[in-house]
């Protein structure tokens, strides 16, 4: 392979290597922490701080469940503002499910009948424990019953155990999907009172719908220790991974030492976010399963739903006689929209809009295009779909002078293919002197063969930015353009008849778009006709790889490729012939006659 074959090939695996990096942040493999037994993990986890998670968990262990009390009737109260709807539960005392009205449950696609119970997007739903849920020691239990109270802004809840122990909650709406809550712990008796280590439920993550569950790696648990976050999803602990790196099943994930800033669930699109406001010893997260979707029939052999039930760990403490300790954090129950997340991490100090999962070297992109694109949308009044084609228009707008620059340069090149020829030939015992050579001629014809890689390596991070950009931006989730359903989700048609395999046109047309533009492009001169082949089918590749991606990304990466289809001939026709040097320059001189 020549030297500008070599640069491209290099820089694009630099790039894949990073992006995936990058991939792996959101789906690593942390061994954990071992765990005593299913009784005492609480407790043990509260002792036993320690700023390493990297503990291998031998046998499975079981969700601590609270035994409710079923003789007394569960209790409701349901309290709605004008973005969300919330019910609590005297089972556990605390918050069952926040549903977001102005969010549909799930968006089907055009081939698909549509559900008939026209929901809308529920958080912690049909999770077995509400939040800020108290686990652990039946001395903390009790029974699991609480009395619930509605207040003027939201619900007081209040449990008095028999050892004198009473524990009251308070839960206060608020704007922006944010809920404020406190917790009071208090020792009524004479006695000292020891309260052993608990788990302080936030939440569980789960699917949206029957559609989403085949998008599993996006439910997950994450914390911010104040510098960086940690994400477990749904496929590392059953023992799934990126690509073909697995890792063995496991049960529990505990992490921290006395620096959770945040902890949240959350699945693509959706978040429940707890922001103590002091740091908390430690996280826990198991996996869970959930009940089927009603009124779904069951696929044959279809995995049943999962999500991951997620806790703060406090340690144990000490009450004296009479005392009382009071908690209190701030839960985010919403969208995983950037600007709300940025304006909510500003009051907070707490950088809550990593969440996003938008990752460090792609994060600058994604954030960029994300803000771009929402502006564009607002100020125009396009679609999101027409905003994408509108933005991948302007980029290329930018890049558009060094496209230019790069197609001439790689024209003059093709041009200067003879000469390079002759001088392989005539070097090529000396690759060393050939190289020398091939540069001069480069300087005399001012080429450069770094022209045909830096356009490609100055745009792939704004598609890798897209590509993170678009795996969490909620504005996508149910846009419709042209015959797309949803431009979050692949644009499939129909299943394509006795398979179960889709057909989903746009990544076709990308396909198709991505190799027309590599047989536009003129091979590097010195390249085998080998090597040139297999580069101009490489794009095959890249249609693999995002055949059931989102169709937002495979929008604007085939209105990239038809731009630039269009502007490479458009250089073409505007572009002055360029006559190569007399390839008998290069040619030994003849010895002169005797």
Known sequence: MDRTGIIVVTLCVILLGVWFVEQQKNYPHPPLQPVANTNTTATAAAQTVTANSNAVSPPPNVVPVPVFDTNTPEELLVITNARARYTFTSRGGGLKSVELLDYPETV??????????????????????????????????????????PTADGVHAEKSLTNG????????LSSNYLVNASVRLENTSAQPLMLPAQEWVIGTATPMGPDDTSYSMNEGAMWFNGTAVQDQSVGRFSGSGFGCFHGAPRSEYLAGSNNVVWAAVHN?????????????????????SLPPFPNVEPVPGAPTPRGIQTALVYPTTTLVAHQAIERQIVFFAGPKEYRLLARIGDQFQNQADLVMQFGKFFGFFAKA???AMNWLHDVTRLGYGGTIVLITVLIKLVFWPLTAASTRSMKRMQVLAPEMKALKEKYKDD??????????LYRKHKVSPMSGCLPMAIQMPVFFGFFTMIRSAIELRGAHFLWIADLSKPDTLFMIPGTTFPFNLLPLLMGGSMLWQSHLQPPSPGMDPAQAKMMRYMPLMFLVFLYTYSSGLALYWT????????????????QTPVSPAPVSVLTPVSKKKK
């Open 268 to 288: 693509q699109f959706f978040a429940l976010l707890a922001m103590p406001k002091e740091p908390v010893a430690q996280i826990v997260a198991r996996p869970v």
């Open 369 to 371: 295009l994300l803000l």
């Open 108 to 149: 089907s696609p055009r081939w698909k009948k549509k559900v008939a119970k026209d929901g809308v997007a529920t958080l912690n739903q049909r999770a077995p424990i509400p939040v800020l849920a108290i686990l652990g020691d039946a001395s903390l239990v009790g029974d699991g019953n609480f009395t619930l109270t």
């Open 165 to 172: 122990l009473r524990l009251a909650k308070e839960f206060h």
């Open 431 to 440: 690759m060393q002197k050939f190289t020398q050579k091939q540069w001069e």
């Open 559 to 574: 209105i990239n490729n038809v731009l630039t289809i269009v502007q490479t001939k458009l250089t073409k026709m505007n």
